[in-house]
Each structure stands twice: as C-alpha cells, then as structure tokens.
C-alpha cells in the first residue's frame, strides 16, 4: 500500500515521467527537415503532451527542476560568453552591438503594438517573443518575473513559446533569403571582401602578412621605437635580414629593422595598412623553406598559476628567446601583445628554437588531461552569488514595483562577471567545452521538460481554436520583421558585410540554425565571428528586457 502512493505521486514517479519526457524529446530532436530540426524544442512538446494526459510530477517537485534546470543553463551560458563580453564592445564589435540593441528594440516595440491592438495578454506575448526568438532564458525570465510579482504560474507565456517556436527557425531563414533580394546581393563580390576580412569585424581578427622594409625614416630604428611611432598591436614572427638567406633570428623589441629586410608580420586587418605605410611594401615570400631554424608551434596553457598573468610577465623572449605571435581564445585568434592576460585554455603559437619549444611546453603546461579535471567551485558559488543577486530590488523610475533580475538574469551576470574579471584575481573558472555543454544540456532539458508539463493541460484547447492560430501569426511577425529591418538599417546605415550580417541577425536571435545556414553560404567565417561578436550582449538584452515589459504591464 504503501509503496503504490509512494509511486504515485512521490520522488520515484516525478524522476521517471522527467526523464521519459527528456529521452523521448532527445530522440525526436534528431530528426531534420531538409537539415532544419527542432532540437530540444521537441523536449517541451513531448512534455507538453504528457501534461495533456496527466501524467505529471508533484507540483513543488516540477517547480524546484524547473528553476534549478533554468539556473544551469543561464549560468554555463554567462560563463562561456563571459571572458568576450566586455571586448565584444571595442572597436568593430561596437557597431555591431549597436544594430543587435536597434533590433531588439524593434521587437519590444512590435510586443507593445500588438498587446494593444489585438489585446492579446503581455504573458502571452511574452513567451512568443521567447519562441520566435528562439531564446529559452527569456522564456524562463518571463516566468521568473510572473510568478515573482503574482505568485502564480502563467501557463499561456509556454503555450505562446511552444507555438511560435517552429516558425521562428524557420522564420529567419525565410528573412535570410528575403533580404538577399531586398539589398541585392552580389555574392561574389561579398565573398572577396569576407576573404579579406574586410568590415566591422576586422579588428576582432588576426591576418598575416608579409613586408619589404623600405621606408628610409626607420632604417636602424628597433621594433620598440616602431610601435611607438604607429601605435597599433602587431606582432614580427619571423625576419631575414637584408644579404642573409638564414632565418634563425628571433625578434624582440630591441631588434634593429633596415632596408630591404623581410618581415613576417601579425594584426589586425584594420591595421595592416597603417603598418605598410610605415615599414614598406607588402611582398609574396614563401616561408615554407625557412621552417627549420625557428619553428611554429601551438602550446596551451593548462598549467592554473599563470591564470590571469600577461604575456609581459611570461618574458618568453628573454627568457627562452621565443615569439608570440598569436593567442587563440575560444575559436578566436587574437594578436599577441604585452599586456594580454592569459586564461587557462589558451592557445599560444609560439616561434622558436626546438629546444627553447620544449622548455615553453613544460613553462606553460601544455596538457589536455589537466583541462578535464572539471572546476566545479566556481559554478557553484557563482550560482549561490548569483541566487543573491537575483532577489536584490533595482528600482526604476516610473515602473510601480522594484524589478529584479530573478533566476534568469541574477546568475547570468554573476556568470559574466566571474568569466570575465575570474583570470584577473586568479580565479579558476575554465571549464572544457564538453564539461560546460553538459551541465548546459542537463539544465535546459530540465528545464523544458518541466515547462511543458506545466502547461500541457491548457496548450491544445489554446491551439484548436482561432486565438492559437493568431499567436502563430503573431510570432511570425515577431521572428521576420525585426530582422528585415535588422539587416536594412545593418546595410544601408551601418555598411555591413552580407554574411557578418547574417550571423549578427542570428546572434541577436541565439538562433544556431540560423548560424548553420548562414555558414553555408560561404567559405569563410565571418557568419560564426558575427554571431559570437552580439551573441552575450543579446542574450543579456533579451534576459533582462522580457523582465521589464512583464513587471511595467502586469504590475
């Protein structure tokens, strides 16, 4: 006896309709369409499905998974976005933050036109601005803030997410290929300049090259007084001296550049002309046959005492008579000067001697398994830092109630925070790719396979009648408009690569099928550099901004 009401309602009975719901959803997301899927949104139907028939958790269980999965998931997303978040912001990130601010405002701005003219509720709206934006941290920040101001679930803001969610992946490829015609695009043309990494995102990017020095004002001048001159980070990797056929010369700041010498030399694209100016003339020169004094190497840096340090304090040159040229963090290859502070998981390409490549191996730690061994402190006290910040009232002028940031937001930013400013004050935060998708993975199916339990009941009555085919409409809007104007004002206004474009408009969308299709038009990897530029500034737009319009039109 006892143990039928312990299986009926208890712990046993919550854990296997959660995981049942979860398998059948993972399985399910495997199927693609023309290679479009629905991934983890099958998650949620599948849930939803089971709320229909009843088969549901406790109620106190349901609520607990659901906010602990939602927790996991914005925090592994802050901390992946965190270390580029602030530096997303400079130079040619900037404008392209700019476009992603002006789109999501177009969105906000289409929830309040249509709350009024049709009056749909703001919950409602709410989560199919979630769906059709295809951002689940929005969807659980609207819960959040609901049931934070009202002490209650609303049901309606999971229906409209379930609803306008297909048609929002679906819905950006549409505006993709809608503005192709609209801005005629020459592909071609758009091709040679992504090539050349030209546009916003070439300062966020390394290129090398190769210079004839021939510029009379800086024959015998050193590397240091160069840099002095032009003010710009570039690195010289590799140099042969005008009458020597040899490369076995490593440059540092003291070395002297004279006429006709050949540098090989690493920046910015934005930068490289300023210093040809200076040096000389760009030449082709195959390096290829002077890779046997001095040779190129990656090593990473696994080893948790040089978390936080720059390259100034390494002192490679002098100590090892070593260059680095470039330093590859997360997929992104960045130039190489003095004050750059090392994270754990950096990529250092190194030139030097085999000897001095071995010593730097062992200086830097140059071991994956050491990587592996998850840091799970940080996680769990950022959450508990992050479960503080989430209760703080922030009041704003003209809003009745002090908002804040709840579940959603709280440990997102305590994330950024910790991801970002963690390797200044030594802080380990690193996680390896495949330790933060899991944890990642876990929270958001908890989380989905809990939402659509909650809402199960009400969602087909909702769909069968005419309110349910509005809401599609309605998400419809929401998914295209905003990135048909999106990619107008990024054009005309902001004059932005087709394809950086496309991957922004995916970026402020945190939608990976929009990136994936993007990336297939195109060789080179400005779609994916684009949408890793706006990617933590949106989500934190979307996060924080869903909260604002719950607590101004329910409150």
Partial sequence: ??????????????????????????????????????????????????????????????????????????????????????????????????????????????????????????????????????????????????????????????????????????????????????????????????????????????????LEVSNQRIDGQTVAQVKNIIHRHFVISRIIMEGQQEHNAVVNGQTQLHQHDRLLVVAAPADIDAITALIGKQIDFDWAPYGKELISRRILVTRPELNGKTLQQLNLNTNFGATVTRVNRNGVDLVAHPHLRLQLGDRLTVVASELSQSKIEKMLGNSLKRLNYPNLIPIFLGIALGCILANVPIVIPGIPTPIRLGLAGGPFIVAILMGYFGPRYHLITYNTISANMMLREIGITMFLACVGLGAG????????????????????????????????????????????????????????????????????????????????????????????LIMVFMS
Wanted: aromatic share 12%.
């Fill in 1 to 210: 006896m006892g143990s039928a009401a312990y299986w009926g309602g208890g712990v046993s009975h919550s854990i296997f309709i959660l995981s049942l719901v979860i398998t059948l959803g993972l399985l399910l997301g495997r199927i693609k369409v023309k290679n479009v899927s629905l991934g983890l949104t099958w998650v949620l139907i599948i849930g939803i499905v089971f709320g229909y028939f009843n088969l549901n958790l406790n109620m106190e269980l349901l609520h607990f998974m659901r906010e602990f999965g939602l927790v996991l998931f914005v925090y592994c997303i802050g901390m992946q976005v965190g270390p580029g978040f602030f530096s997303s912001f400079k130079k040619g990130g900037l404008s392209l933050n700019m476009l992603i601010v002006v789109t999501i405002l177009i969105s906000f701005v289409l929830v309040i036109g249509l709350h009024y003219a049709t009056g749909t509720s703001m919950t409602a709206l709410a989560g199919i601005l979630s769906g059709a934006v295809t951002n689940t941290p929005s969807l659980g920040a609207a819960q959040q803030a609901y049931f934070g101001l009202k002490g209650v679930e609303a049901p309606e803001i999971a229906t409209g997410y379930a609803l306008a969610y297909p048609m929002g992946v679906i819905g950006v490829i549409l505006s993709f290929i809608l503005l192709r015609y609209i801005l005629r695009i020459k592909p071609t043309r758009e091709e040679n300049e992504a090539e050349r990494g030209l546009g916003q995102l070439e300062q966020l990017t390394v290129r090398s090259f190769t």
């Fill in 457 to 548: 009941s009400d969602f087909f009555h909702t769909l069968i009648n005419e309110q349910g085919l509005a809401w599609i409409g309605y998400g419809m809007i929401l998914t295209m408009l905003p990135i048909l104007l999106g990619g107008i004002i990024g054009r005309y206004f902001f004059h932005i690569n087709y394809y950086t474009l496309m991957g922004v408009l995916a970026g402020g969308n945190t939608n990976p099928p929009a990136l994936a299709f993007s990336n297939s038009l195109t060789t080179s990897d400005l779609p994916s550099a684009g949408y890793a530029t706006v990617y933590p500034f949106a989500m934190f737009l979307r996060i924080i901004g869903i909260q604002i």
